[in-house]
């Protein structure tokens, strides 16, 4: 139980706060909740995540208020969310998260294949179809498609460093999951939303936006381990093309072995491109790289090397 107490309270203090009041007082509760955290300690380690238990109370209908009031609902409809938190898991597809992996693949040079590894509902794998809004201190710099302004728009802070000079030119996607979303499933796509934290009702309209996107243009998503499907997909990539492998916030859900597997894969590739998004601690040779404070930020690399702190969901850039 101190373990579950220990998760939560970390949970508000460095993810939610400043992020979602709501989710920072829910984790601040249950952290200091003998009861609750015995529930949730009765669950498998690896469904105990602050972001799945609160996301599948909200789909089961919780209400977005104070602890109190959570903490009466959750211990009354215990028994109707654990199958929920059981049979789903957390697949946050942030479309905004192209806005950190433009620094580097905006300077590859092209054609790319875009695979990403742990993919959701592939809403990450059209970083040249969206529009972006940088904001470079204070002055706002925009970047669209050719074909003009896209529905999904992109805020994100950023040095000047940093600075896409332009969208890629992406002539395949691709990516594997666990269990891949179908941007055309209603219940699918509520789940998403429901995965999106209270307050951010922005980033649930970029989120529709981005699915209706990808429901004109479907990528090729199949389901199965990473460790066993990445190869596959990197030798359907069409020649010619330089093939970027990518993750964002996936690692961290993989055991410390298979981790350490999948680093040793991406390095039998040297032709390939390896571009990680994950949080401190997820890839050590990569987090002790970092000299500065990264306050929740996740870091971004190129082939193990660290080159800038992202905000969580895409937020905010900045160059190392």
Same mark, same amino acid.
């Given at each position: 139980?101190?373990?579950?107490?220990?998760?939560?309270?970390?949970?508000?203090?460095?993810?939610?706060?400043?992020?979602?009041?709501?989710?920072?007082?829910?984790? =601040?509760?249950?952290?200091?909740?003998?009861?609750?955290?015995?529930?949730?300690?009765?669950?498998?380690?690896?469904?105990?995540?602050? /972001?799945?238990?609160?996301?599948?109370?909200?789909?089961?209908?919780?209400?977005?208020?104070?602890?109190?009031?959570?903490?009466?609902?959750?211990?009354?409809?215990?028994?109707?969310?654990?199958?929920?938190?059981?049979? =789903?898991?957390?697949?946050?597809?942030?479309?905004?998260?192209?806005?950190? +992996?433009?620094?580097?693949?905006?300077?590859?040079?092209?054609?790319?294949?875009?695979?990403?590894?742990?993919?959701?509902?592939?809403?990450?794998?059209?970083?040249?179809?969206?529009?972006?809004?940088?904001? !470079?201190?204070?002055?706002?710099?925009?970047?669209?498609?050719?074909?003009?302004?896209?529905?999904?728009?992109?805020?994100?802070?950023?040095?000047?460093?940093?600075?896409?000079?332009?969208?890629?030119?992406?002539?395949?996607?691709?990516?594997?999951?666990?269990?891949?979303?179908?941007?055309?499933?209603? /219940?699918? #796509?509520?789940?998403?939303?429901?995965? !999106?934290?209270?307050?951010?009702?922005?980033?649930?309209?970029?989120?529709?936006?981005?699915?209706?996107?990808?429901?004109?243009?479907?990528?090729?998503?199949?389901?199965?381990?990473?460790?066993?499907?990445?190869?596959?997909?990197?030798?359907?990539?069409?020649?010619?093309? =330089?093939?970027?492998?990518?993750?964002?916030?996936? +690692?961290?859900?993989?055991?410390?072995?298979?981790?350490?597997?999948? !680093?040793? +894969?991406?390095?039998?590739?040297?032709?390939?491109?390896? #571009?990680?998004?994950?949080?401190?601690?997820?890839?050590?040779?990569?987090?002790?790289?970092?000299?500065?404070?990264? /306050?929740?930020?996740?870091?971004?690399?190129?082939?193990?090397?660290?080159?800038? +702190?992202?905000?969580?969901?895409?937020?905010?850039?900045?160059?190392?």
């Amino acid at each position: 139980m101190d373990g579950v107490a220990g998760v939560y309270e970390r949970f508000a203090e460095i993810e939610a706060r400043g992020v979602s009041q709501i989710y920072e007082e829910w984790g =601040r509760g249950i952290s200091q909740d003998p009861a609750v955290c015995t529930l949730i300690s009765s669950l498998p380690p690896i469904k105990r995540q602050p /972001n799945l238990v609160f996301a599948a109370a909200r789909l089961t209908g919780a209400p977005e208020r104070g602890y109190g009031q959570l903490r009466d609902w959750l211990i009354e409809n215990w028994d109707e969310v654990v199958p929920v938190i059981l049979t =789903r898991s957390t697949q946050t597809n942030e479309a905004a998260r192209c806005a950190v +992996l433009l620094p580097v693949l905006s300077r590859l040079e092209g054609p790319l294949s875009l695979i990403e590894a742990g993919a959701s509902a592939g809403l990450c794998l059209y970083p040249d179809r969206y529009s972006y809004r940088y904001d !470079v201190g204070g002055r706002t710099e925009a970047l669209d498609p050719g074909t003009g302004p896209s529905d999904v728009v992109v805020p994100c802070r950023i040095n000047a460093a940093a600075l896409p000079p332009r969208l890629p030119d992406v002539v395949w996607r691709a990516g594997a999951d666990l269990n891949p979303l179908n941007v055309n499933d209603s /219940n699918q #796509i509520e789940w998403l939303e429901a995965l !999106v934290w209270p307050e951010h009702d922005e980033r649930r309209h970029r989120l529709r936006a981005a699915a209706r996107l990808a429901a004109s243009e479907p990528a090729h998503l199949v389901r199965g381990d990473l460790l066993d499907t990445i190869p596959g997909l990197i030798d359907q990539a069409p020649a010619g093309s =330089r093939v970027v492998v990518f993750h964002s916030a996936v +690692l961290v859900y993989l055991r410390s072995e298979d981790r350490e597997r999948f !680093v040793e +894969l991406m390095g039998t590739y040297p032709d390939v491109v390896w #571009i990680s998004n994950e949080g401190a601690g997820v890839l050590p040779t990569v987090t002790d790289q970092v000299h500065r404070a990264i /306050n929740g930020r996740t870091i971004v690399a190129v082939n193990g090397l660290a080159r800038g +702190l992202a905000g969580p969901h895409g937020q905010s850039y900045q160059s190392l």
